[in-house]
């Protein structure tokens, strides 16, 4: 029992860990009870626990295991910290608890496991649970299957993540214990339950027996979905609506609940492990695969089939497969083995999903194609694989293929073309299958409507009626208007019968097309489709749309191919008709004489027959003119050799007849065009060939035309018809536009013809570079980089003519499309949104692959970095030299890839140097090398080093701009970047997305992958990923959608949830509009506006139609322009606009256009076109309507609250809707339409148009003020800032014209806009901010600055930092001009929130805040200190040195800046912070003062404050009649004496000539200058004092005052260190000149002993930390003699160490080395160059240890062995401190003996000082050494003691006296008791203790002592004797505020006064102080405070009261000593200082 009592006492916690198990039993119990009574989940009691949590279910005992178990469970259930133990606990639990016997034990276990995961532990508990799958133990293993299983039962699989858990469980049902598999198979079943058929894939590879029994368990689960039946913390909203449906029967929630579950069923394709296949496939696949034998065909196929039926593949490049099974399926001969690889086929894009993606395009048009063949078997195969394709990419990207087809004259393939899409159209929705793509398709539906093939025809009505289901009939009823009724129903009838996907009982309904379209989605059993579906097409659903512009615009090109296609059906397609055909031809139309005569041998017959030959072609029906026959015999002999040129000219101009009027084909145009182009040349002949080429350009398309006429020229050698050539294609394409020229086929006849000797061939070909140029910009530059520079030259310059010009619109061309509503804007819009990619396209690329050899890449990847370097050097020399680039670069990409993640940065930048090139080279053909490549880059964004990740964010950039966003966004590579913990990585990423995001319209559903890690930027640690993030929220938001981003909160913890739920909300204030719909936008793209309803504003919506381009940031979006909308795509990208003119122009030039254009558009022709007409019309005439009492009349139901007050966070729609129902009376409709369109350009448009009618129409809008003010308002929330500052710029001028017309705004205008406004001023941007400064000022001038005010001040209060600051200076800005009675509603209130501000965090906040307290002081003085309440000592410390700064400021300001202000007048407010640096503040308060006192014409010699009383007396009447007495006095006081600081002032400038007559203030002045923010001055001060300093004569002069210039001097080194040297915008030279005054003067001070030796402990501390800082700045060694600087500075420190006081300096090193080692952010070099300064004192301690004071000396050490015991000093990395600390005490004690345990006395409880003991030892030892005898010490030692034990009690009293004398509260205290104990003992030496504290405190000390006496011995006639010297002192205390009003606020005593007056006077030299020789020696004890805070504190306040009291003390002829003064005079004082205080107050 001994045992049991000895444990028993101990605490619960250390029973728990006692090693008997019954303590530890009994610890459990305790422990359980203990838990169970904790009501606080946060107590610190769980803390003792938490470490010892392990340890209770792990226990050895299975007794106490258990209780141990129930203890752990009670506090993991109970405590709030519990949740980081998770992992080693749970993973106790699975090794030692789910092995034990006792099932209570695993019982426990379970229960601990689901309580961490009820505290969001889940993801924990289950890795750890799947890691003890892993266990040999098979028990273990048990308990964790039935742990996940209960988990899931219970918590339901959005808790429980089921991809790992599936994972596994194939090898559960492995296992050769029955218990696992028995296990294995109920937990396969509670899978089952939640995800239903998902399952099956996995599981389908098991054993067929334990399938076959998991079927039959399946089956007879019920077919309701399971719910989660317990819940996380944070669902317990979840938890009360279970509990209620519980208890109300579960059933009327049941729906909803039904509905969640529903939402998302799992895919069973994110529970499947990817497979590799590519390295499986056979090694001679390639081969066999293109034998000549089938069966080895065959052979290869199986393989690759058997391959592909994986059902997930790992991603890699699988485009040579896919190529080669697109040849089988396109060229093989045998079916089956087109059916073979169809499969093939479907099973890639079934595995890869989106990863095929990029295949799809290649592999669509040859399945379509093959649709011909008409056995079943192929025909569903290749359904199957076009369904499976389908579903990895988007519509638009296989829209052209799918059109190309729809024309096909195979009826099989149209029908299948259309069934195809009808099952396509399943799986979009109406945001994915827009107008845009659905238009091209509805056309070619209508024409199969009316197809001869049935079964076309009822293809094309299912596909049509599914389009309906899906958009919806209103979408698509336009494009069927000319369908009759009875087609109309059988489509509606189809479109009932279509059951959509994504709707429950997928797949099932839509007939054939949905049975088929269900098989490929998942390869599993047919139960799977339905779940499987819905989880296919969300994530396909955005692509859809993005795929737009990055695919080079195939939205648009979709039309234009349709109508390529329509034309090329119209073209004749002729065959070439034999010479005898053709005679038999032409003799037919042509007059017989005519035929004879063609070929006659007399020259006038020819001509007459041409006569003849020109009439019967004009005469001629274009359908019976045989064109070929006609010009075949114009080429009959003589042909184009006809040697008369009238002959000729004829010919010429029939060819171009027949081009003209007939079916003109190609093989025509091919018989004259040789012919043509040889006489293109010819003077007389020439235009007429050139007008024949042109027809036959508009008859034959000019791209062909011209292709065919470029390269005939450069057959021929002669240059004069290459020349013409060239002339006329660079005007037919300005004719006819760019669209269709393949500028590849004639780029090379383009460089001979620049290379050509003749010159006329260059310019010409300069030329039509130049009009080539205009459609294509900057990269058509790229084909001529290796021309001559001469040439290139002449190219730059030709495009620099160009430059700037939009293309002319096309007038030709349009013949064969005018039928089509298509054509050229389709082509147009291919063009700009295209443009640069479709230029990209046309390079010549070369193929580097071969270039890229095995040994390059092997260099890349050596391990010699020289040798990877070279490998890098070789490859980019190859790109530079290929140019451009084929998308094939072989083995590079991985070994690039490997080098971005090299040790060395030099390779990672240049590795990225070479993405960028190879980005430039390849074009768009880089998206495939996105994922591999691309997402690499990203990763580098992760770098440390600021310039590497610079470098990767421009590669990146660089790839974006060829590749576009889409390609980044989709799949998971993305947010996995982003989940990496890395700041830099995130904050680069988010920063990256921010920009890009708001750029896109559309974005891939895999962005929403990345909003959970998003979310966790929100918390990041940083700072400034947390910035980066909540940056980019809005921008996420603007495509994801706020409820979807708030759903994804709920897996946040609470606490987490509620700080990201509120950031979404304020990003969803801020949230960026998206560009522009691409619906509308290609909806007006025809000029027949395609939208159902025509209107007004269809005109105008077209201007924005190239918006769509801009989804992708192309890198030049307006190069080539076929249409007027060139100038609005321009104004889109901000560029400047044209001239109004030609706008306009433009605009008439589409109206007129779009008529015949319109000709088939759905909607009629004409409602646009008047649209347009009523706009222009309606724009004149005034745009403010007047409305009489209209203003008066909304503020009464505003007031009456019958409508709603302005008032918002964000503005709600309702209250947009009520300002638009108020304008629709006072502004015209065109106007309101752009006031309230959603496009910001049409905002800046509307308020452009209002500046200009604004003066005009003054009257009307003074009428419509308050409306016009609160749509400005909401211009205050958009986002975009050339909106902003066009607001900006009306406000400007609408304020000017107010102000103008004297109107004044009422309170009702004011409190709806001025709130706004003030939101901005908080704007990041400075533009914005100053603009809102301006309109603030003049805001002054119509709305009185007193009702401003409270809006400012409101203002403050806001979270953002620069709002805070920028109103906190406009207050300035208003007292500055208005005086104090701009403040509302009291100046104290006002001024004491404003001093609120003065502690902030943000140091722009702080100055601005002390800068408006420092404009209060200017205009009330002193009485701000009454107004401001209490500060902390600090703040008013920094608010007393900012008043100190601004006045010394004022003399210079004011002497200065007199001219220029008093031009300048009319804004006073100007100087007044207007510009950004903190440290001119107080310079513009001043300057504004300044400037304020000339516009008030005052008398320069009246303070401030005596003007400001004038005022508040004028205004304040009540006070009246006591007041002219009270002023006159001040002023008769005042006013003489005023000039006399003036005149000190100046006597400062340049010299100290008078320095012996001048006082002690005008040395106090210069050195406050030394510390000036502004370098100048503070130079000027330092070359001032530096005279003194070096005349020996006058340096005595500086004694006193050697503290303060030194503090003064490190203020400016730390000035000069944290800001000076940070600031880029210095000159480092005058930074330099900086230092080196400092370090001169320094020099000079520290020669002279005896003012150095005046330096105290704690400044020269600061000093030293000043000096050894600047020694370390490593800055100051790149500044030009920085070296030479560094040298002085030591040399400096040397003499510091050598002159000043030894006690003082050898103290504040001590000090300085026990901070520097406490600090752990100095450097290490800090301390060590300290302890250096230490060891050089210690050296000369022989020579200096008598005038050190010893006691002061072991004081320091025993404070620094308390801080760093000997143990810890070991402990440091570095021994030195320890030895350094030896050294000197064994060094003193080596010099003193055994003396030095005397000088102990200032160390209170000596006996536990570890120095004590040291030096004991130090003694002792060398006692031994020295051999004294014992007796002698002994005898020693007794007297020793007692005379110590007397000293130490005096030097304990006067310490514990004189601590008191330096505390605040304890002062009075301390000096009645240092009175009563000089009393006591007479010969007490004070000396010591005054030795080396300040001048002040030492006079004060005597003058207190003074006081006490005179009081004592009753001569003071004052009988409140205890209230003055309480009062006085705290005035003079060093760190008080100076302001003498007591804290009670009663009187002060005439006695405080007159002490006060007597130091002013004392210092002002009117009385003599103590002559400086008298003074004791400078070594004494230090004063309580270590540093020289406080002592700058006094030295400020002294400051500052020598400048406040000067008037009165100048005035004061009392005698100057205290006693002589009678009483009579003192009560005269007191009254008048009474009246003073009163009206101050």
């Known amino acids: 029992m001994g045992d049991d009592s000895e444990w028993m006492k101990l605490p619960i916690d250390q029973k728990c860990e006692h090693k008997i198990w019954k303590a530890r039993l009994n610890g459990y119990e305790e422990a359980l009870k203990l838990f169970q009574k904790i009501e606080d989940e946060k107590s610190p009691e769980w803390g003792k626990y938490l470490g010892l949590i392990k340890k209770f279910v792990t226990d050895s005992n299975a007794v106490a295991q258990l209780k141990g178990l129930e203890a752990a469970l009670a506090l993991i259930h109970n405590s709030h910290a519990t949740n980081k133990t998770t992992g080693e606990v749970v993973s106790g639990v699975v090794s030692k608890v789910f092995n034990q016997p006792k099932a209570r034990a695993k019982e426990l276990g379970t229960d601990i496991c689901l309580t961490y995961i009820e505290i969001e532990k889940a993801e924990i508990v289950q890795d750890e649970l799947i890691k003890g799958l892993d266990n040999k133990n098979p028990k273990i293993v048990v308990a964790c299957v039935e742990t996940l299983r209960k988990a899931l039962c219970e918590f339901g699989s959005k808790i429980i993540t089921l991809k790992p858990v599936v994972k596994v469980l194939p090898k559960l049902f492995e296992s050769r214990e029955k218990a696992v598999r028995d296990e294995a198979k109920l937990l396969a079943v509670e899978i089952y339950r939640w995800i239903r058929d998902a399952l099956r894939t996995p599981l389908q590879n098991i054993n067929s027996v334990q399938l076959k029994e998991l079927e039959e368990e399946w089956v007879k689960l019920p077919p309701a979905a399971p719910k989660q039946t317990r819940f996380l913390r944070s669902q317990q909203d979840l938890k009360a609506k279970f509990e209620q449906q519980q208890a109300a029967g579960g059933?009327?929630?049941?729906?909803?609940?039904?509905?969640?579950?529903?939402?998302?069923?799992?895919?069973?394709?994110?529970?499947?492990?990817?497979?590799?296949?590519?390295?499986?496939?056979?090694?001679?696949?390639?081969?066999?695969?293109?034998?000549?034998?089938?069966?080895?065909?065959?052979?290869?196929?199986?393989?690759?089939?058997?391959?592909?039926?994986?059902?997930?593949?790992?991603?890699?490049?699988?485009?040579?497969?896919?190529?080669?099974?697109?040849?089988?399926?396109?060229?093989?001969?045998?079916?089956?083995?087109?059916?073979?690889?169809?499969?093939?086929?479907?099973?890639?894009?079934?595995?890869?999903?989106?990863?095929?993606?990029?295949?799809?395009?290649?592999?669509?048009?040859?399945?379509?194609?093959?649709?011909?063949?008409?056995?079943?078997?192929?025909?569903?195969?290749?359904?199957?694989?076009?369904?499976?394709?389908?579903?990895?990419?988007?519509?638009?990207?296989?829209?052209?293929?799918?059109?190309?087809?729809?024309d096909n004259k195979n009826p099989s393939i149209k029908q299948q073309a259309s069934l195809f899409l009808a099952r396509s159209f399943r799986h979009c929705t109406p945001s994915t299958l827009p107008k845009s793509v659905l238009k091209p398709f509805c056309a070619a539906f209508l024409k199969q409507v009316n197809d001869s093939a049935p079964e076309v025809r009822d293809a094309a009505f299912e596909a049509l009626g599914t389009a309906m289901k899906v958009v919806g009939e209103k979408a698509v009823n336009p494009f069927l208007a000319d369908v009759d009724k009875l087609k109309l129903d059988k489509i509606k009838e189809c479109a009932d019968k279509v059951e959509l996907v994504g709707k429950k009982g997928g797949g099932g309904g839509g007939g054939g097309g949905g049975e088929k379209k269900a098989k490929p989605a998942a390869k599993a059993p047919p139960a799977v489709e339905a779940p499987a579906k819905p989880s296919a097409p969300p994530k396909k659903a955005a692509p859809a749309k993005a795929a737009g512009p990055p695919k080079k615009g195939k939205p648009a090109s979709a039309p234009s191919a349709k109508s390529k296609k329509a034309s090329d059906t119209k073209e004749t397609v002729e065959t070439e008709l034999s010479p005898e055909v053709c005679e038999e031809k032409a003799a037919a139309v042509l007059p017989a004489s005519c035929m004879q005569l063609l070929d006659s041998g007399n020259w006038k017959e020819r001509l007459a027959s041409m006569e003849e030959f020109q009439r019967a072609v004009e005469q001629m029906d274009k359908s019976e003119m045989p064109c070929q026959a006609l010009v075949k015999m114009l080429a009959k002999k003589p042909g184009w050799k006809e040697t008369n040129f009238q002959v000729m000219q004829m010919k010429l101009h029939i060819v171009g007849l027949i081009a003209q009027k007939g079916s003109f084909s190609k093989t025509s145009a091919l018989v004259v065009l040789d012919g043509l182009v040889d006489k293109i040349g010819d003077v007389k002949c020439g235009s007429n060939a050139k007008e024949a080429l042109t027809a036959i350009g508009e008859a034959c398309s000019l791209?062909?035309?011209?292709?065919?006429?470029?390269?005939?020229?450069?057959?021929?050698?002669?240059?004069?018809?290459?020349?013409?050539?060239?002339?006329?294609?660079?005007?037919?394409?300005?004719?006819?536009?760019?669209?269709?020229?393949?500028?590849?086929?004639?780029?090379?006849?383009?460089?001979?013809?620049?290379?050509?000797?003749?010159?006329?061939?260059?310019?010409?070909?300069?030329?039509?570079?130049?009009?080539?140029?205009?459609?294509?910009?900057?990269?058509?530059?790229?084909?001529?980089?290796?021309?001559?520079?001469?040439?290139?030259?002449?190219?730059?310059?030709?495009?620099?003519?160009?430059?700037?010009?939009?293309?002319?619109?096309?007038?030709?061309?349009?013949?064969?499309?005018?039928?089509?509503?298509?054509?050229?804007?389709?082509?147009?819009?291919?063009?700009?949104?295209?443009?640069?990619?479709?230029?990209?396209?046309?390079?010549?690329?070369?193929?580097?692959?071969?270039?890229?050899?095995?040994?390059?890449?092997?260099?890349?990847?050596?391990?010699?970095?020289?040798?990877?370097?070279?490998?890098?050097?070789?490859?980019?020399?190859?790109?530079?030299?290929?140019?451009?680039?084929?998308?094939?670069?072989?083995?590079?990409?991985?070994?690039?890839?490997?080098?971005?993640?090299?040790?060395?940065?030099?390779?990672?930048?240049?590795?990225?140097?070479?993405?960028?090139?190879?980005?430039?080279?390849?074009?768009?053909?880089?998206?495939?090398?996105?994922?591999?490549?691309?997402?690499?880059?990203?990763?580098?964004?992760?770098?440390?080093?600021?310039?590497?990740?610079?470098?990767?964010?421009?590669?990146?950039?660089?790839?974006?701009?060829?590749?576009?966003?889409?390609?980044?966004?989709?799949?998971?590579?993305?947010?996995?970047?982003?989940?990496?913990?890395?700041?830099?990585?995130?904050?680069?990423?988010?920063?990256?997305?921010?920009?890009?995001?708001?750029?896109?319209?559309?974005?891939?559903?895999?962005?929403?992958?990345?909003?959970?890690?998003?979310?966790?930027?929100?918390?990041?640690?940083?700072?400034?990923?947390?910035?980066?993030?909540?940056?980019?929220?809005?921008?996420?938001?603007?495509?994801?959608?706020?409820?979807?981003?708030?759903?994804?909160?709920?897996?946040?913890?609470?606490?987490?949830?509620?700080?990201?739920?509120?950031?979404?909300?304020?990003?969803?204030?801020?949230?960026?509009?998206?560009?522009?719909?691409?619906?509308?936008?290609?909806?007006?793209?025809?000029?027949?506006?395609?939208?159902?309803?025509?209107?007004?504003?269809?005109a105008p919506a077209r201007n924005q139609s190239p918006i769509e381009d801009f989804s992708e940031p192309e890198p030049k979006p307006d190069t080539k322009k076929a249409k007027p909308a060139g100038p609005a795509a321009k104004k889109r990208g901000s560029m400047e606009l044209k001239v109004k003119g030609e706008k306009d122009n433009a605009k008439q030039n589409r109206l007129s256009r779009g008529m015949p254009s319109s000709e088939q558009g759905v909607v009629g022709k004409k409602p646009p076109v008047k649209a347009g007409a009523k706009d222009e019309e309606d724009k004149s005439g005034p745009i403010f309507i007047l409305v009489p009492n209209g203003k008066e009349q909304r503020i009464k139901e505003e007031k009456a609250l019958k409508i709603l007050k302005w008032n918002f966070i964000t503005p709600r729609d309702e209250y947009v809707e009520q300002l638009k129902t108020q304008m629709s009376t006072c502004l015209p409709k065109w106007l309101q339409d752009e006031l309230f369109h959603f496009d910001f350009q049409r905002h800046v448009k509307a308020i452009g148009a209002m500046i200009e009618h604004m003066e005009a129409e003054c009257e009307a809008v003074i009428g419509c003020l308050d409306l016009i003010l609160k749509w400005f308002t909401l211009r205050f929330f958009d986002t975009n800032t050339s909106v902003l500052m066009k607001a900006l710029e009306f406000l400007k001028l609408l304020f000017t014209m107010l102000s103008r017309k004297n109107y004044q705004l009422n309170d009702y205008e004011a409190s709806s806009f001025i709130p706004y406004l003030i939101l901005k001023v908080g704007e990041s941007k400075d533009v914005v901010r100053k603009d809102v400064r301006a309109i603030l000022t003049m805001l002054c001038k119509v709305y009185a600055a007193s009702k401003v005010f409270p809006f400012l001040m409101e203002g403050t209060k806001s979270k953002n930092s620069k709002q805070r600051c920028e109103c906190l200076e406009e207050l300035g800005c208003l007292i500055e001009n208005f005086g104090m009675n701009v403040c509302q509603p009291t100046p104290a209130k006002a001024l004491k929130e404003i001093a609120v501000h003065i502690g902030d965090r943000d140091t722009t906040v702080r100055n601005a805040a002390l800068n408006t307290v420092v404009a209060a002081y200017n205009a009330c003085g002193d009485q701000v200190f009454k107004l401001i309440g209490n500060l902390s000592e600090k703040e008013m410390s920094m608010l007393e040195e900012r008043i100190k700064r601004s006045a010394k400021k004022t003399p210079a300001a004011s002497a200065?800046?007199?001219?220029?202000?008093?031009?300048?007048?009319?804004?006073?407010?100007?100087?007044?912070?207007?510009?950004?640096?903190?440290?001119?503040?107080?310079?513009?308060?001043?300057?504004?003062?300044?400037?304020?006192?000339?516009?008030?014409?005052?008398?320069?010699?009246?303070?401030?404050?005596?003007?400001?009383?004038?005022?508040?007396?004028?205004?304040?009447?009540?006070?009246?009649?006591?007041?002219?007495?009270?002023?006159?006095?001040?002023?008769?006081?005042?006013?003489?004496?005023?000039?006399?600081?003036?005149?000190?002032?100046?006597?400062?400038?340049?010299?100290?000539?008078?320095?012996?007559?001048?006082?002690?203030?005008?040395?106090?002045?210069?050195?406050?200058?030394?510390?000036?923010?502004?370098?100048?001055?503070?130079?000027?001060?330092l070359a001032q004092i530096d005279e003194v300093l070096r005349q020996a004569d006058k340096a005595e002069a500086m004694s006193g005052h050697i503290d303060q210039f030194l503090i003064a001097t490190f203020m400016q080194l730390r000035l000069i260190y944290n800001t000076h040297m940070a600031d880029d915008r210095l000159d480092k030279k005058d930074i330099f000149k900086l230092y080196s005054c400092i370090i001169g003067n320094m020099l000079s001070l520290f020669s002279m002993e005896s003012l150095a030796r005046e330096a105290s402990m704690g400044v020269l501390k600061d000093l030293m930390h000043g000096l050894i800082t600047l020694m370390l700045d490593t800055r100051v060694e790149d500044i030009e003699d920085g070296q030479q600087l560094i040298r002085s500075v030591n040399l400096l420190v040397v003499r510091v160490l050598e002159k000043s006081d030894q006690t003082n300096i050898l103290s504040a090193l001590l000090v300085l080395l026990q901070d520097s080692l406490i600090s752990t952010a100095g450097s290490p070099m800090f301390s060590e160059l300290v302890m250096k300064c230490l060891w050089r004192m210690i050296r000369f301690l022989p020579q200096t240890i008598n005038s050190i004071n010893l006691d002061?000396?072991?004081?320091?050490?025993?404070?620094?062995?308390?801080?760093?015991?000997?143990?810890?000093?070991?402990?440091?990395?570095?021994?030195?401190?320890?030895?350094?600390?030896?050294?000197?005490?064994?060094?003193?004690?080596?010099?003193?003996?055994?003396?030095?345990?005397?000088?102990?006395?200032?160390?209170?409880?000596?006996?536990?000082?570890?120095?004590?003991?040291?030096?004991?030892?130090?003694?002792?030892?060398?006692?031994?050494?020295?051999?004294?005898?014992?007796?002698?010490?002994?005898?020693?030692?007794?007297?020793?003691?007692?005379?110590?034990?007397?000293?130490?009690?005096?030097?304990?009293?006067?310490?514990?006296?004189?601590?008191?004398?330096?505390?605040?509260?304890?002062?009075?205290?301390?000096?009645?008791?240092?009175?009563?104990?000089?009393?006591?003992?007479?010969?007490?030496?004070?000396?010591?203790?005054?030795?080396?504290?300040?001048?002040?405190?030492?006079?004060?000390?005597?003058?207190?002592?003074?006081?006490?006496?005179?009081?004592?011995?009753?001569?003071?006639?004052?009988?409140?004797?205890?209230?003055?010297?309480?009062?006085?002192?705290?005035?003079?205390?060093?760190?008080?505020?100076?302001?003498?009003?007591?804290?009670?606020?009663?009187?002060?005593?005439?006695?405080?006064?007159?002490?006060?007056?007597?130091?002013?006077?004392?210092?002002?030299?009117?009385?003599?102080?103590?002559?400086?020789?008298?003074?004791?020696?400078?070594?004494?004890?230090?004063?309580?405070?270590?540093?020289?805070?406080?002592?700058?504190?006094?030295?400020?306040?002294?400051?500052?009261?020598?400048?406040?009291?000067?008037?009165?003390?100048?005035?004061?002829?009392?005698?100057?000593?205290?006693?002589?003064?009678?009483?009579?005079?003192?009560?005269?004082?007191?009254?008048?200082?009474?009246?003073?205080?009163?009206?101050?107050?």
């Not at 009327?252 to 895919?267: K, R, S």
């Not at 516009?1495 to 009246?1502: H, V």
């Not at 005042?1534 to 003036?1542: G, N, S, T, Y």
């Not at 006079?1899 to 009062?1927: A, C, D, F, N």
């Open 1456 to 1581: 200065k800046p007199e001219r220029p202000q008093r031009e300048q007048p009319t804004n006073p407010n100007s100087t007044f912070l207007r510009k950004p640096a903190q440290e001119e503040v107080p310079n513009k308060l001043s300057q504004a003062r300044a400037q304020n006192a000339h516009l008030e014409q005052s008398a320069p010699s009246i303070p401030k404050e005596f003007q400001l009383d004038l005022e508040v007396f004028e205004n304040n009447h009540t006070c009246a009649s006591d007041i002219p007495d009270l002023v006159q006095h001040k002023l008769d006081e005042v006013l003489e004496p005023v000039m006399i600081p003036e005149r000190k002032m100046r006597s400062v400038s340049p010299h100290f000539d008078d320095i012996h007559n001048s006082s002690a203030s005008t040395i106090n002045f210069v050195i406050s200058q030394v510390a000036s923010g502004d370098i100048n001055t503070s130079i000027q001060a």
């Open 703 to 1098: 791209p062909w035309t011209a292709e065919q006429v470029v390269s005939m020229a450069f057959t021929q050698k002669n240059p004069k018809n290459q020349a013409e050539t060239l002339n006329w294609l660079a005007n037919a394409m300005k004719e006819f536009g760019f669209a269709g020229i393949n500028v590849k086929a004639f780029i090379n006849n383009v460089k001979t013809a620049l290379g050509a000797t003749n010159p006329a061939v260059r310019t010409s070909a300069i030329t039509l570079l130049g009009v080539m140029y205009l459609y294509m910009g900057a990269p058509l530059r790229m084909f001529f980089e290796d021309e001559k520079p001469a040439l290139l030259s002449q190219i730059d310059a030709e495009f620099e003519k160009m430059q700037g010009q939009s293309p002319p619109a096309p007038i030709r061309g349009t013949k064969k499309a005018g039928a089509e509503e298509e054509g050229d804007a389709a082509a147009e819009e291919e063009e700009v949104d295209g443009g640069a990619g479709d230029i990209m396209d046309l390079l010549p690329r070369t193929d580097i692959s071969d270039k890229i050899t095995s040994d390059m890449v092997s260099k890349i990847s050596d391990k010699n970095w020289k040798i990877r370097k070279e490998g890098l050097d070789e490859v980019a020399a190859v790109i530079s030299e290929a140019k451009f680039i084929q998308a094939n670069i072989g083995e590079l990409p991985m070994a690039l890839k490997g080098r971005l993640n090299d040790s060395n940065k030099l390779l990672v930048q240049q590795a990225l140097n070479i993405l960028q090139q190879i980005a430039t080279a390849m074009g768009p053909s880089l998206k495939q090398h996105v994922k591999n490549l691309g997402i690499p880059v990203i990763t580098v964004l992760g770098d440390s080093k600021s310039n590497v990740r610079a470098a990767a964010l421009s590669t990146l950039n660089a790839w974006v701009e060829q590749t576009g966003m889409k390609e980044w966004l989709e799949g998971e590579d993305l947010s996995e970047e982003l989940k990496k913990e890395n700041p830099f990585l995130r904050q680069e990423i988010l920063g990256w997305l921010a920009e890009k995001l708001p750029t896109l319209r559309t974005v891939p559903a895999d962005l929403m992958l990345c909003v959970p890690h998003l979310y966790a930027c929100l918390e990041d640690r940083s700072g400034d990923v947390r910035k980066k993030a909540q940056d980019a929220l809005p921008t996420f938001m603007m495509h994801l959608g706020y409820e979807k981003m708030s759903k994804a909160t709920s897996k946040l913890k609470p606490a987490s949830k509620d700080q990201v739920v509120g950031m979404l909300e304020k990003a969803r204030a801020v949230m960026p509009a998206k560009p522009e719909a691409p619906a509308k936008a290609a909806a007006s793209k025809p000029p027949a506006s395609s939208t159902p309803a025509a209107k007004p504003a269809s």
């Open 251 to 406: 059933d009327e929630a049941d729906g909803d609940d039904d509905d969640e579950v529903e939402a998302a069923p799992v895919d069973p394709y994110e529970l499947l492990e990817a497979v590799e296949i590519l390295s499986k496939l056979p090694k001679d696949f390639y081969e066999k695969i293109e034998a000549k034998k089938w069966q080895e065909r065959k052979e290869v196929l199986e393989a690759v089939e058997a391959l592909t039926k994986n059902p997930k593949l790992e991603s890699g490049d699988y485009g040579d497969l896919a190529r080669a099974l697109k040849k089988v399926i396109g060229k093989d001969a045998n079916v089956m083995l087109v059916a073979m690889a169809a499969k093939c086929l479907a099973g890639l894009a079934t595995g890869l999903r989106k990863k095929f993606g990029t295949y799809a395009g290649h592999v669509v048009p040859t399945i379509l194609e093959k649709f011909k063949e008409k056995k079943p078997q192929v025909v569903q195969a290749l359904q199957e694989a076009i369904d499976a394709v389908f579903l990895t990419t988007t519509l638009q990207n296989i829209s052209e293929d799918v059109l190309a087809v729809m």
């Open 1752 to 2041: 002061r000396i072991l004081l320091d050490v025993h404070n620094f062995m308390k801080v760093f015991p000997k143990e810890k000093l070991k402990q440091l990395k570095s021994d030195v401190p320890h030895r350094t600390l030896k050294t000197l005490l064994h060094t003193l004690c080596r010099l003193t003996g055994a003396k030095i345990l005397d000088h102990m006395s200032m160390i209170e409880n000596r006996n536990e000082s570890e120095l004590e003991a040291h030096l004991r030892r130090v003694v002792k030892h060398s006692a031994n050494l020295s051999g004294l005898k014992s007796d002698k010490s002994t005898e020693k030692g007794a007297l020793r003691s007692d005379d110590k034990v007397i000293k130490a009690k005096v030097s304990d009293i006067l310490s514990e006296i004189f601590k008191k004398i330096g505390s605040k509260e304890n002062t009075k205290e301390g000096l009645t008791e240092l009175y009563e104990y000089k009393q006591k003992y007479s010969d007490a030496d004070l000396e010591p203790f005054l030795r080396n504290t300040s001048q002040f405190f030492q006079s004060y000390v005597e003058r207190g002592l003074r006081m006490i006496e005179s009081e004592r011995e009753g001569k003071g006639r004052i009988q409140t004797s205890t209230v003055i010297p309480q009062h006085s002192t705290d005035s003079y205390l060093p760190s008080s505020s100076t302001v003498p009003i007591s804290s009670n606020g009663e009187d002060l005593n005439a006695a405080a006064y007159y002490e006060r007056l007597k130091i002013l006077r004392q210092r002002r030299g009117l009385e003599n102080s103590t002559p400086e020789e008298d003074r004791p020696p400078l070594s004494s004890l230090r004063p309580s405070v270590a540093s020289s805070t406080d002592m700058l504190h006094s030295k400020l306040s002294q400051l500052k009261e020598s400048r406040e009291h000067f008037q009165q003390e100048q005035s004061h002829t009392h005698s100057p000593t205290r006693s002589s003064s009678p009483a009579s005079n003192l009560d005269d004082l007191k009254k008048r200082l009474e009246r003073i205080k009163s009206n101050r107050q």
